[in-house]
């Protein structure tokens, strides 16, 4: 009978159309439907009964929190069908690990849910989407992959939500997961995993996941990208704007201009929380300096700045303090 695996189409280069097959950049992504991604994939009926839905045509730099809000519920009602066994977002690679790890914040059943991309256009010219989609649903159809959470296979390889990013801009080998690195793999078409199901993720771990059902928006929580120079001015700006949080993307580890520091100091004694993460793709943001301790600023252990910045807005939509949003960083 095979595993009954649902596939969400969300648009991305995986889904681009270009005028030449040698083009990798200049297309238009999101332009192919789900039934012709999938017609592109002819070993897929071997390996499960696919189905599959177009809920998203979209570039994913543009995804707004409507657009994540939307797939959170779809993917909600998917797992609490009998009629699935897991399931696939085609999604594009440029907010992917912010997709994956919104809806591993929230996933609450041991069914696997796999994210796929693809660097270069469906039209391309050794095209990466369909042998992504394949192992995807490898993925998704194992019964080694149930308890794992969210999970994004790209490129043979399996990432955790968590933990994953994308590196490069360019390569199709752009997914990595620079602390932990990759969970499994799929190794001509079997799948493999290295670590156990519970390093990597907690199954709904704020309790969001029904909360999420009645929203349609997310708070406002900016990043503030640190550099030599940096005045702090944009601080100032943002605590005009009412944000209840902020993420300041740090050198190395989490480290804060003085003059910047001062300012994120004056958020937080105005009821801003302030998570410190770091502009550098690999290793953890810690307590570091005292000063930072005494200001109230949480560090982002391992989270990137775009993840603590998802992490936020939940906790924020679920009523939790500063104190909760330290508590579950440590
Ligand atoms: C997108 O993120 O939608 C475009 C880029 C990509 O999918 O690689």
Not at 55 to 62: F, N, P, Q, R, V
Not at 82 to 91: L, Q, R, S, W
């Amino acid at each position: 009978m095979g595993k009954k695996i649902y596939i969400v189409a969300m648009g991305g280069t995986i889904a681009g159309r270009a005028g030449d097959s040698a083009a990798t950049t200049g297309y238009q992504a999101g332009a192919v439907g789900v039934d012709d991604l999938l017609a592109a994939v002819p070993g897929l009926p071997s390996v499960a009964r696919v189905t599959g839905e177009q809920l998203a045509a979209i570039d994913s730099k543009d995804i707004t929190a409507a657009d994540q809000l939307r797939l959170v519920k779809r993917v909600r009602e998917l797992l609490l069908s009998n009629e699935v066994d897991g399931v696939v977002i085609t999604h594009g690679t440029d907010t992917l690990e912010e997709s994956a790890y919104l809806l591993d914040l929230v996933h609450f059943v041991d069914k696997p849910v796999v994210l796929t991309g693809a660097m270069r256009p469906a039209t391309a010219l050794s095209a990466d989407g369909p042998l992504n989609i394949l192992d995807a649903v490898r993925v998704a159809a194992a019964d080694d992959a149930r308890d794992r959470g969210v999970m994004v296979v790209l490129n043979n390889e399996i990432h955790s939500a968590r933990q994953v990013t994308k590196l490069s801009s360019m390569a199709v080998e752009t997914f990595q997961s620079p602390n932990g690195g990759a969970i499994g793999v799929v190794n001509d078409g079997q799948v493999v995993f290295f670590h156990c199901p519970d390093c990597h993720h907690l199954p709904n771990a704020l309790g969001a996941s029904e909360i999420l059902t009645r929203q349609d928006e997310l708070p406002y929580v900016p990043i503030l990208y640190g550099h030599g120079d940096d005045d702090g001015r944009l601080v100032k700006a943002v605590a005009e704007t009412g944000a209840k949080a902020i993420v300041y993307a740090g050198m190395g580890n989490g480290s804060i201009p003085e003059r910047v520091e001062k300012e994120l100091a004056a958020a937080v004694t105005n009821g801003i929380i302030v998570v410190r993460s770091s502009s550098s793709p690999a290793g953890m943001v810690t307590k570091a300096e005292e000063s930072y301790e005494q200001a109230g600023f949480i560090a982002s252990g391992m989270l990137n700045p775009r993840k603590a910045r998802l992490l936020l807005q939940l906790m924020l939509v679920c009523g939790k303090t500063a104190a909760d949003v330290r508590k579950f960083l440590a």
